[in-house]
């Protein structure tokens, strides 16, 4: 598919995104072979392919879960201006 250089003005006026007019040409390129790339991947049967999370097929490296500060809440919240119950009182933003 062949977008139009009007017709990428009008996604990008859509879109509320302000295109220089020496890179309509380039963003036209780019978006038809965008497109172009989709329209290939129509074409194959993937009814029995399952999504992948990732494409790498990799698994996180995860740390162990210890503790790896000392507990210094008591000397954040003596500086706190307004501590109640442990916690910080905040001014009220939303109505």
């Known amino acids: 598919m062949t977008l139009k250089t009007e ?7 859509l879109a509320r995104l302000q ?3 020496s890179n309509v040409e380039q963003y036209t390129n780019d978006l ?3 497109l172009n790339v989709f329209k290939q ?3 194959h049967d993937t009814t029995n392919i ?3 999370a990732h494409p ?11 503790v790896s500060e000392t507990n210094q809440r008591e000397k954040f919240q003596a ?3 307004d501590v ?3 916690l910080y009182r905040v001014p009220k933003v939303i109505e």
Not at 7 to 13: D, P
Not at 56 to 66: F, H, K
């Open 7 to 13: 017709e990428v003005r009008n996604i990008a006026h």
């Open 19 to 21: 295109i220089n007019d």
């Open 32 to 34: 038809s072979n965008i």
């Open 41 to 43: 991947m129509k074409l």
């Open 50 to 52: 399952l999504p992948m």
């Open 56 to 66: 790498m097929d990799a698994t996180q490296r995860l740390r162990p879960d210890v």
């Open 79 to 81: 500086v706190a201006p």
């Open 84 to 86: 109640e119950q442990h």
